[in-house]
């Protein structure tokens, strides 16, 4: 059951990559603080990670100014991708064929949440 009091939500519906090399990403910050996210997705070598890393500054601020909550406690509870629409263009081959060319689009939702610190001082 989710608890819509403490989580907040970014989307981006129209990303030119494909679904599978963009939930390679989405699928590598899941569970992790949103300062952790935020370092591994600047030093990354991929191309959509500015893209996604757009989308979850955009769930941090829907996060810090519509729910009221913490930055410093925000976990990425959800990250998930669709497909959207596919481009499809036409490149000349040989007698007179054509060859397709499909270029997709991509969705993808990020869910952040905030949670207690599960550590607790032993004394």
Do not use: H, Y
């Not at 030119?16 to 997705?41: C, E, G, H, W």
């Not at 810090?64 to 490149?91: C, H, P, T, Y």
Request: cysteine-free.
């Amino acid at each position: 059951m989710i608890d819509n009091k403490l989580t907040a939500l970014a989307k981006d519906n129209m990303i030119r990559v494909s679904p599978i090399k963009l939930s390679f990403i989405a699928n590598s910050i899941v569970n992790k603080n949103v300062n952790t996210a935020i370092n591994q997705l600047k030093f990354s070598t991929k191309r959509v990670s500015k893209n996604v890393l757009k989308v979850l500054n955009a769930a941090i601020a829907n996060a810090e100014n519509n729910k009221q909550l913490d930055i410093d406690k925000l976990f990425i509870k959800e990250a998930f991708v669709g497909k959207s629409l596919r481009m499809k263009r036409w490149r000349p081959r040989a007698k007179g064929r054509a060859g397709s060319i499909i270029k997709p689009f991509s969705k993808i939702t990020i869910v952040v949440e905030e949670r207690a610190d599960k550590k607790k001082d032993k004394k």
